[in-house]
C-alpha cells in the first residue's frame, strides 16, 4: 500500500498478467486493507497500451496529485492496475521525459526498430524473435520494389497467428481489422500518406510519400490489436471478478473506474466480468478510450441486428459512464478507422478525413464519444465540470479544450494529465 514514490495515499497496485490473472499479494492486499484504511471513495486507473510499469506508475503519480487537495474531505483510496502492454518509443507522451532511446534517436540515426521497442516486442509477441529480426531487418534495408512490402506484411500477419484468444470483438461484426488480410502495398501506401499528412513541419511537399513509411504503422497496428484483445481480457477475466471480491470485502467501498485508451477498454470490459448483483461501481471515466464507439449500443446503425459487445452494459454503473474524446487525438481519429477498415476501402485520404471518408462505422470512443446508445448526453468541458454532468447514463464531454498536444502519429493521443480531466472523475463519481 505504501509507496514513496507516489503523489497519494492509500495507494495499492494490481498487476495482471496477458490471461487476466491477479497478482494475489497484491489483490490480498487491497483486500484486506481498504476498509481498515476508512476508503470511501476508490479510484481504479488502467493505463493503456503505451505503458510499462514505470510509465504507467509515472501517469498514476501526475494524474493522482492533485485529487487530494480537489476533493479535501472525501476519504478517498488509489489504485493503480498494471498489465502487459507495450509502447513505440516514438510515440509521444507530452510533459514525460523522453526515453533514452528517444533522445539517442534526435542526435544520430538509429535502427527503425531501437532496442527498447524490439525488447517490447519480443514481450507482446512471444516466440516470434526470428519473424521480429526479418521485420526489423526489412524497415532498415527498405527493398526496392512491391515483393518486400507484401512479404512484410506476411510477416505482420505471422505475428498474429498464435490466436490471442479473449473478448476481442467490440462489436458482433468487429473481428480482426481487415487491414492485415488485405493488401500490405496498398495499407503502407495509405499508412504512409497518413503520417505526411499529421507533418507538422509545415514545409510543403512534394512527390508521393514512400510506403515504407507507413510499413513501420502496419506493425504499430498489430501490436495495437494484440493490446486490444488483451485489454478486453483483463478486464473480464481480471479486474471484473476482483471487483466482486471486493463488494465482498468492503461493501461500503463506492469504486470510481478510469481508463486511458486500450485501459478504457480494460475497465469498460469489466463491467462485463462483474458479478451479478455487485452494485459498487458508482462511476467509469473514459479518457481517449480506444475501442468503437458502438461497443454499449444495442443497436448498430449499418446493421439492426447486431449490437455492441458491451450492449446495455451501462446500467451496471450506479453512476455515469462518462467518455471523454478529442478531435486532436490523431492516434483514434486517423489510425484507428484506417486501419479497422482500410483493405475494405479503396480511396486515398489522408489526417482526419480518413475518419469523415471511412464514416462513423469505424469511429473510437476516443475521437466522437459513445454512439448510438439512446438518451446519452453530450457536453463540453466547460459543462461537465459547471455541474452540469448527468448523475447516471452515457455522457459524452468533448475534452478538445485541453486533450490537444501531442506529435505525430498519435497526436494527443496521451495528453490526459490535467486537473480538469480530474475533476471529471470526481464530478462523474459525486465525490465533494
Known amino acids: 500500500m505504501a509507496d514513496p514514490g507516489m503523489s497519494v495515499a492509500p495507494y495499492w497496485e494490481l498487476t495482471f498478467d496477458a490471461d487476466g490473472d491477479v497478482d494475489g499479494p497484491e489483490r490480498d492486499r487491497l483486500l484486506a486493507q481498504v476498509a481498515d484504511q476508512g476508503v470511501r471513495d476508490l479510484i481504479v486507473f488502467s493505463h493503456g497500451w503505451n505503458n510499462d510499469r514505470s510509465g504507467a506508475t ?36 507530452p510533459d514525460f521525459p523522453k526515453s533514452v532511446a528517444a533522445a539517442e534517436a534526435e542526435a544520430q ?61 467490440d462489436t458482433d461484426e468487429d473481428g480482426e481489422p481487415a487491414v492485415f488480410g488485405g493488401d500490405p502495398v496498398a495499407a503502407c501506401e495509405q499508412f504512409a500518406e497518413a503520417l505526411a499528412a499529421l507533418d507538422s513541419s509545415g514545409a510543403p511537399r512534394f512527390g508521393i510519400p514512400n510506403p515504407w513509411d507507413g510499413a513501420k504503422e502496419l506493425l504499430r497496428q498489430a501490436t495495437y490489436y494484440r493490446m486490444k484483445r488483451r485489454a478486453g481480457t483483463v478486464g473480464e477475466r481480471g479486474l471484473g471478478p476482483l471487483l466482486g471480491r471486493l463488494a465482498q470485502a468492503a461493501p461500503g467501498v463506492r469504486v470510481h473506474l478510469v481508463g486511458h485508451s486500450f485501459g478504457g477498454r480494460l475497465v469498460a470490459f469489466a463491467l462485463r466480468g462483474l458479478p451479478r448483483g455487485v452494485d459498487t461501481v458508482k462511476s467509469v471515466t473514459l479518457l481517449q478510450s480506444a ?52 483493405a475494405g476501402d479503396d480511396r486515398s485520404c489522408a489526417g482526419n478525413e480518413i475518419a469523415a471518408v471511412l464514416g462513423p462505422r469505424w469511429g473510437a470512443m476516443g475521437h466522437d464519444g459513445v454512439q448510438a446508445v439512446q438518451g446519452t448526453a453530450r457536453l463540453d468541458l466547460a459543462a461537465a465540470l459547471d455541474g452540469r454532468l448527468p448523475a447516471s447514463g452515457c455522457v459524452n ?5 485541453v486533450v490537444r498536444r501531442g506529435g505525430a502519429p498519435t497526436g494527443a493521443h496521451s495528453d490526459i494529465v490535467h486537473p480538469e480531466l480530474a475533476r471529471v472523475v470526481l464530478a462523474a463519481g459525486r465525490i465533494a
Open 58 to 93: 509515472a501517469l498514476y503519480r501526475r494524474f493522482f496529485a492533485p485529487l487530494p487537495k480537489l476533493a479535501p474531505k472525501a476519504r478517498l483510496g488509489y489504485v493503480g492496475v498494471v498489465w502487459p502492454s507495450m509502447r513505440f518509443s516514438d510515440e509521444p507522451i
Open 109 to 169: 540515426p538509429r535502427p527503425a526498430l531501437d532496442k527498447d521497442t524490439r525488447r517490447a516486442l519480443l514481450d507482446a509477441f512471444p516466440g516470434r524473435t526470428t519473424v521480429l529480426d526479418q521485420l526489423a531487418r526489412m524497415l532498415d534495408e527498405r527493398p526496392d520494389g512491391t515483393g518486400g512490402l507484401a512479404e512484410f506484411g506476411r510477416l505482420v500477419r505471422l505475428l498474429l497467428d498464435d490466436g490471442g484468444q479473449g473478448p476481442a470483438a
Open 291 to 342: 475501442f468503437s464507439h458502438y461497443a454499449f449500443a444495442a443497436r448498430l446503425p449499418h446493421a439492426p441486428d447486431r449490437s455492441g459487445a458491451l450492449r446495455d452494459l451501462q446500467r451496471r454503473v450506479d453512476g455515469p459512464l462518462v467518455c471523454c474524446y478529442s478531435h486532436f487525438d490523431a492516434a483514434l481519429g486517423t489510425f484507428y478507422p484506417l486501419a479497422s477498415r482500410l
Open 397 to 401: 464531454v468533448d475534452a478538445a479544450a
